[in-house]
T-cell receptor, first 111, second 111 residues
Framework: AQSVTQPDIHITVSEGASLELRCNYSYGATPYLFWYVQSPGQGLQLLLK??????LVQGIKGFEAEFKRSQSSFNLRKPSVHWSDAAEYFC?????????FGTGTRLTIIP | NAGVTQTPKFRVLKTGQSMTLLCAQDMNHEYMYWYRQDPGMGLRLIHY???????AKGEVPDGYNVSRLKKQNFLLGLESAAPSQTSVYFC??????????FGPGTRLTVL
């Protein structure tokens, strides 16, 4: 069975600082991996996805993520966060019909 | 394109009442999904459909029914609402599995 772990429930960073959100997955084959962002009261928006090829993928809003098969990880990074990045972030894994989502990491930005 | 839309945005029910949530997508996607989101639990799949006229159970299907009579619409029904069904419900669609595109959500309260 596939599963996703986001070990950090809540992270606080200063505006302008770098960010890394952790995601570990369990999947029996080569996974498709995704990061979504959810602003308060909104639906989920796709930030980026990994299907195959280059293990460093670029997404929208200046985010990137790196797939590390040996560590079963797909961590999300941003070099310099903006106040508008405050939101909840979800990692997801799957292929075919269904995705499995992590429980999310809430990101707070302090001025 | 409107993408994925959900009707209604908010609803309050009394225990035992019934209601239907409507999801519509204008992207000609084959796959559609219904999730519920509860604090600290991420997104849990209720039911999904891989094409017009098909439905399948997800992780938490009890107490819900669905129908996909038209490709663009996916209905979620609660026959006898219970307080445990208080949640935010999200619909999503996908062209053929993989990345999913989400609606804005329906906030349901069952008293």
């Amino acid at each position: 069975a596939q599963s996703v772990t986001q070990p950090d429930i809540h992270i606080t960073v200063s505006e302008g600082a770098s960010l890394e959100l952790r995601c570990n997955y369990s999947y029996g084959a080569t996974p498709y991996l995704f990061w979504y962002v959810q602003s308060p009261g909104q639906g989920l928006q796709l930030l980026l996805k990994y299907f195959s090829g280059d293990t460093l993928v670029q997404g929208i809003k200046g985010f990137e993520a790196e797939f590390k098969r040996s560590q079963s990880s797909f961590n999300l990074r941003k070099p310099s966060v903006h106040w508008s990045d405050a939101a909840e972030y979800f990692c997801a894994v799957g292929a075919g019909e269904k995705l499995t989502f992590g429980t999310g990491t809430r990101l707070t930005i302090i001025p | 394109n409107a993408g994925v839309t959900q009707t209604p945005k908010f609803r309050v029910l009394k225990t035992g009442q019934s209601m239907t949530l409507l999801c519509a997508q204008d992207m000609n996607h084959e796959y559609m999904y219904w999730y519920r989101q509860d604090p600290g639990m991420g997104l849990r799949l209720i039911h999904y459909s891989v094409g017009e006229g098909t439905t399948a159970k997800g992780e938490v299907p009890d107490g819900y029914n669905v129908s996909r009579l038209k490709k663009q619409n996916f209905l979620l029904g609660l026959e006898s609402a219970a307080p445990s069904q208080t949640s935010v419900y999200f619909c999503a669609s996908s062209p053929s599995g993989g990345a999913q595109f989400f609606g804005p959500g329906t906030r349901l309260t069952v008293l």
